[in-house]
Antibody
Framework: QVQLVESGGGVVRPGRSLRLSCTASGFTFRDHGMHWVRQTPGKGLEWVAAIWHDGSNKYYLDSVKGRFTISRDDSRNTLYLQMNSLRVEDTAVYYC????????????????WGQGNLVTVSS | QSALTQPASVSGSPGQSITISCAGTSSDIGSYNLVSWYQQYPGKAPKLIIYEGSQRPSGVSYRFSGSTSGNTASLTISGLQDEDEADYFCCSYSGYSTSLFGGGTKVTVL
């Protein structure tokens, strides 16, 4: 069965960095685009970033462009989100999610989700 | 871009049907057949229940149905059951390789 397991969250001061990981199993990871989606009590769900199945294209929410980087290591079946210059408003539960398209451009919806990982940015 | 607009809450009695609306614009819902809906229980990850406007993934109850008209998408839950009490979110591709979510609707079974 498809499983996505996130790790790497925690508490960090504003301006610092954090890297999230998402390890996939139960499907051919290299065939699917992947996303990061975050959730806050105040703003609900918010799509953050996407990467194509082959890593050739990456897309970002405007407010994280230049600060966050999405990447993947298909040899480790792992998706990453490097978050730099973190702000208080980046505080959220971060989910990794699979795009259903197989070896195609991402469809920008999400058929499997990880369990979520809390990132708290606070001084 | 602004989030899609959903009612904050919808309620119904067991056995009834309820409909949750999701209002967008001609730049998102009105332009792409890529509306999806998610069900979320407290403390759990969202679960895909409708994709491409009206398609149900394998294993999702037939009681969930989706439709789109113009710039508005809708999710209907028929034969409401206690287990349907959850939060529901709509989502649409919004061009420029981004996705937009709605603010979420809390469904209460009376």
């Amino acid at each position: 069965q498809v499983q996505l397991v996130e790790s790497g969250g925690g508490v960090v001061r504003p301006g610092r960095s954090l890297r999230l990981s998402c390890t996939a199993s139960g499907f051919t990871f290299r065939d699917h685009g992947m996303h990061w989606v975050r959730q806050t009590p105040g703003k609900g769900l918010e799509w953050v970033a996407a990467i194509w199945h082959d890593g050739s294209n990456k897309y970002y929410l405007d407010s994280v462009k230049g600060r966050f980087t999405i990447s993947r290591d298909d040899s480790r079946n792992t998706l990453y989100l490097q978050m730099n210059s973190l702000r208080v408003e980046d505080t959220a539960v971060y989910y990794c999610a699979r795009d259903p398209a197989v070896k195609l451009a991402t469809l920008f919806y999400f058929d499997y989700w990880g369990q979520g990982n809390l990132v708290t940015v606070s001084s | 871009q602004s989030a899609l607009t959903q009612p904050a809450s919808v309620s119904g009695s067991p056995g009834q049907s309820i409909t949750i609306s999701c209002a967008g614009t001609s730049s998102d819902i009105g332009s792409y057949n890529l509306v999806s809906w998610y069900q979320q229980y407290p403390g759990k990850a969202p679960k895909l229940i409708i994709y491409e406007g009206s398609q149900r993934p394998s294993g999702v109850s037939y009681r969930f149905s989706g439709s789109t008209s113009g710039n508005t998408a809708s999710l209907t839950i028929s034969g409401l059951q206690d287990e349907d009490e959850a939060d529901y979110f709509c989502c649409s591709y919004s061009g420029y390789s981004t996705s937009l979510f709605g603010g979420g609707t809390k469904v209460t079974v009376l």
